[in-house]
């Protein structure tokens, strides 16, 4: 299983991910990805679902209109681990294309 990052490996991950912060109150990453319109919101959850899928790490993820709130989490390890940092990037490498 991967392993939880310490607060400061943590820190060092998002340094590396645009937009993505900690979440407030539990060990948790998080991005609200802005789109031009719900088409296009929509077309990103469908891509990075798939990402997800094959991966086996999913996302908690709440979609309005053209906003995508998304927060990572490895619930098995209690906090961040890697496969966060690796979902993270591949969406906002999605989110770019
Ligand atoms: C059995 C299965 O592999 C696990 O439940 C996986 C599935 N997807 C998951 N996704 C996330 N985000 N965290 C997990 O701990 C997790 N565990």
């Known amino acids: 299983m991967a392993e939880r990052l310490s607060s400061e490996a943590r820190k060092q991950a998002l340094g590396g991910l645009a937009g993505w912060n ?21 077309g990103f959850m469908t891509r990075a ?16 209109y053209k906003t995508v ?5 490895t619930h098995d390890a209690g ?3 890697a496969l ?5 990037k591949a969406m906002n490498a999605i989110a770019k294309a």
């Open 79 to 81: 906090g961040v681990t």
């Open 69 to 73: 709130e998304v927060v990572l989490a």
């Open 22 to 42: 900690e979440t407030p109150g539990r060990e948790a990453i998080g991005k609200t990805f802005t789109f031009k319109d719900f088409n296009e919101a929509f």
């Open 84 to 88: 966060d940092v690796e979902l993270a």
């Open 49 to 64: 679902a798939l990402v997800a899928e094959k991966m086996d790490h999913h996302p908690e993820w709440r979609n309005v």
